[in-house]
């Protein structure tokens, strides 16, 4: 199942990774919160866009 399209993703990845790099070479811990769109990007599903019934690509 996928509902994110190309940029969608490709900026998930890109701001997650971003985020995740600045926590673990700053010790910020609140970066580790970019595991969630890195995640949703990777993968190519995000579950609130189910439950708002968005679709930016993906034929469902």
């Known amino acids: 199942m996928c509902n994110t399209g190309f940029f969608d993703r490709f900026l998930r990845v890109f701001v ?27 993968f190519g599903f995000c579950p609130l866009y189910t439950i708002f019934r968005i679709n930016t690509g993906c034929k469902s």
């Open 16 to 42: 997650g990774g971003l985020f995740v790099f600045i926590a673990v070479f700053t010790g910020w811990v609140w970066g580790y919160i970019g595991l969630i769109p890195l995640l949703t990007g990777l």
